[in-house]
């Protein structure tokens, strides 16, 4: 079942430092890996709060520079909700929120 846009915005907003979110694409948006989580570098000044990672799998996604950084989480979570995502790996408290 594909993971709403207040699902990924909650979670996301409750994120700690070292955590992430981690989806996997639907088919239709090319089956890609997602990462979502709270720059370390924030919040030295120039430096957005999130980040967003994508890529063939998570391996790469992990080394790939940022494909999004927004101070509003809601605006990541929209991009990953529209593409029909679902949970990859999800820690248990974090898939309650689905």
Not at 38 to 46: E, H, I, L, S
Not at 69 to 93: G, H, N
Request: hydrophobic letters at 40%; aromatic letters at 8%; one cysteine or more.
């Amino acid at each position: 079942m594909p993971v709403s846009k207040k699902v990924v915005t909650d979670a996301l907003e409750n994120l700690k430092p070292g955590e992430c979110l981690k989806f996997k694409l639907s088919p239709t948006f090319g089956g890609r890996t997602v990462i979502l989580e709270v720059n370390p570098a924030f919040p030295q000044k120039g430096q957005k709060k999130f980040l967003l990672r994508w890529a063939d799998d998570e391996a790469q996604a992990r080394a790939a520079t940022p494909f999004m950084t927004s101070d509003k989480a809601k605006k990541l979570a929209e991009w990953v909700a529209d593409r029909s995502p679902e949970w990859l790996d999800q820690p248990p408290t974090l898939r309650k929120a689905a």
